[in-house]
């Protein structure tokens, strides 16, 4: 039954990219701190972001504009270490951008709750979760794309 219960939280990630849950995110941590208590944020224009950070960010140039100012200012952040990034991680990381643009508030706020509900599992809880969804990943297309379809007809209460 545990098993069962992993392997729904694993599809439950992949379903609501969980992707946003990186081995690049411990290494970031540190730099996706808000500014100093106190500190006001200031909305960042488009146009005062360089070539290469408007580069990274182009996905979600749309919504810009509308980012909250300690939003706009993280990403500004994160965008810095473009650079930093061999082509794999690039790919990686340009692909979820895409990806989360894509969304609907729905499907974000989703995303951020199964997200948060992941960082308070116990850490050899977030093990078997990790390794489900590592198994999962290494089935065939088709055999993933049955499992969540059967997870998800499990969530609506069909047999």
């Known amino acids: 039954m545990a098993e069962l219960r992993v392997a729904q939280i694993a599809c439950a990630l992949i379903i609501a990219c969980a992707a946003i849950a990186s081995p690049m995110r411990a290494a970031a941590a540190s730099q996706d701190d808000p500014p100093a208590a106190g500190a006001p944020a200031r909305a960042v224009a ?3 972001l360089s070539p290469a ?6 996905p979600i140039r749309d ?7 300690r939003q706009q200012e993280r990403l500004v952040r ?20 895409t990806r989360w643009a894509a969304m609907t508030p729905t499907q ?10 992941f960082q308070q599992l116990p850490p050899d809880e977030k093990a078997r979760v ?17 499992l969540r379809e059967r997870f998800e007809r499990s ?4 047999p």
């Open 155 to 158: 969530r609506e209460g069909q």
């Open 130 to 146: 990790r390794e489900a969804f590592r198994r999962f990943h290494a089935l065939p297309p088709d055999e993933r794309r049955a």
């Open 46 to 48: 488009w146009s005062a």
């Open 63 to 69: 919504q810009w504009t509308n980012l909250p100012p």
């Open 108 to 117: 974000r706020a989703r995303a951020r709750e199964r997200f948060e509900a």
């Open 53 to 58: 950070q408007q580069e990274v960010l182009a």
């Open 78 to 97: 994160k965008s810095e270490r473009w650079q930093t990034f061999g082509p794999v991680q690039r790919e990686v990381v340009r692909a979820r951008l």
